[in-house]
């Protein structure tokens, strides 16, 4: 693996299997988009009164040349969150999804809208 990792949890300990299965998640972006430099995970918890099970949020900076992409997966009405795995899976689906965007756009393949047709006085009304 090239891609620079770091992995925090703040003010919890990791779960057992969170490493690893973060390198997986690394390991296939690391396919998809092999001009990423690094990536920095962090991972919270909700600290708030709650009647429900407490949530996590993560934050996720990737580094590529020219290129900064951040998330942050932290929403407090998806009661999912509270499973550590799932709040992580949609955060690194977001990434990809961000990835894929700014892929598409350096290779210039984003759809563009078709021009307008022009009369000799301007702009055809549509």
């Known amino acids: 693996m090239t891609i620079n990792l770091q992995f925090t949890c703040r003010d919890f300990p990791p779960p057992i299997l969170a490493e690893d299965r973060i390198r997986e998640r690394v390991e296939r972006l690391e396919r998809l ?3 990423m430099i690094s990536l920095y995970v962090v991972a ?3 600290q708030r009164r709650h ?3 407490t949530l996590y949020v993560f934050r996720l900076d990737a580094s590529m040349p020219g290129k900064e992409i951040a998330v942050n997966r932290g ?3 998806k009661h999912a969150h509270e499973d550590f795995f799932v709040a992580m899976r949609d955060s690194f689906n977001a990434l990809e999804r961000s990835l894929k965007t700014f892929t598409e756009k350096q290779a210039r393949d984003v759809k563009t809208r078709a021009a307008r047709p022009q009369s000799a006085k301007g702009i055809i009304p549509l």
């Open 75 to 77: 929403h407090a009405d």
């Open 44 to 46: 919270e918890q909700v």
């Open 51 to 53: 009647h429900k099970g």
């Open 33 to 35: 988009y092999p001009r």
